[in-house]
């Protein structure tokens, strides 16, 4: 099969995206996991844009919310400002893309080919985020559909620290929690566990020093003492219907 062949079967399959991103791939050597079928990007998105495009944007470029340590998050609300422009900028960057903060087929090819057809992330699996007890994403302090999508939006959070931690792996050793298996490790009764936005980490080759400065950067407003062997990461501050809404960095800038 030639090479325009294959193009117009990607193009009728899963659109520009794929096809931008493909060529991409080839020229940066840039792994993809997927082709680039899981959204269906209208058109260009920048400063002024709105609607649920935005949104979905937005979640995906939430880990890169910050150049340095920062307080700071990518709010996700639809409505594309200079937040949302300086972190597709940083994601951009990050890819070897065109840094011009307006989200077009090259960036929706990278953005889509970190998420695998089952809806997790590139390089995380649901199965990592499921309560230790056998109760999947049930039993948790909100229902199961919006502990899933919590994780969700953690995954991306996540793949940005990895990216940013040298694509080094990232282990999960706790993701979401049921309230019955919260109280029987002594979590908090409030903990973001038991809402799917928080995880705790360990990077390979990394200390949990090097995990709290890398996370400092993603926007994540939950951050537990890097004094032990995994690193607390949480969004409690973009969720204050869950009674956490401030920001909580244990350990101050590090």
């Excluded at 399959?13 to 991103?21: D, I, K, S």
């Excluded at 994780?151 to 792996?169: C, H, P, Q, S």
Aim: proline share 1%; glycine share 14%.
């Amino acid at each position: 099969m030639n090479s325009s062949s294959l193009d117009r079967r990607a193009l009728l399959r899963y659109g520009t995206g794929a096809v931008a991103a493909a060529g991409l791939a080839a020229v940066a050597n840039i792994g993809f996991a997927r082709p680039a079928a899981a959204y269906g990007w209208s058109g260009n998105l920048g400063q002024g844009s709105s609607g649920s495009a935005v949104v979905e944007l937005q979640i995906r470029v939430a880990g890169w919310a910050a150049d340095s340590a920062s307080q700071t998050y990518v709010s996700v609300d639809g409505s594309f400002g200079p937040g949302t422009a300086a972190a597709v900028r940083r994601f951009q960057a990050a890819y070897g893309l065109s840094a011009d903060g307006v989200a077009g087929p090259q960036t929706f090819g990278v953005l889509n080919s970190l998420e695998k057809s089952d809806g997790s992330t590139a390089h995380f699996n649901w199965s990592e985020f499921t309560s230790h007890d056998g109760s999947g994403f049930g039993g948790g302090n909100v229902g199961a559909d919006e502990v899933k999508e919590n994780v969700r939006r953690t995954m991306y959070k996540l793949e940005a620290l990895r990216k940013k931690a040298g694509d080094r792996a990232v282990t999960i050793n706790s993701g979401f929690r049921s309230t019955a298996y919260n109280a029987s490790v002594g979590g908090a009764g409030n903990s973001m566990h038991t809402y799917g936005v928080a995880a705790d980490t360990a990077v390979s080759g990394l200390s949990t020093l090097d995990v709290y400065r890398i996370a400092e950067t993603c926007g994540f407003s939950g951050l537990e003492t890097h004094t032990v062997s995994w690193q607390h990461v949480d969004s409690r501050i973009e969720h204050s219907n869950y009674g956490s809404g401030f920001w909580w960095w244990q350990d101050g800038v590090a």
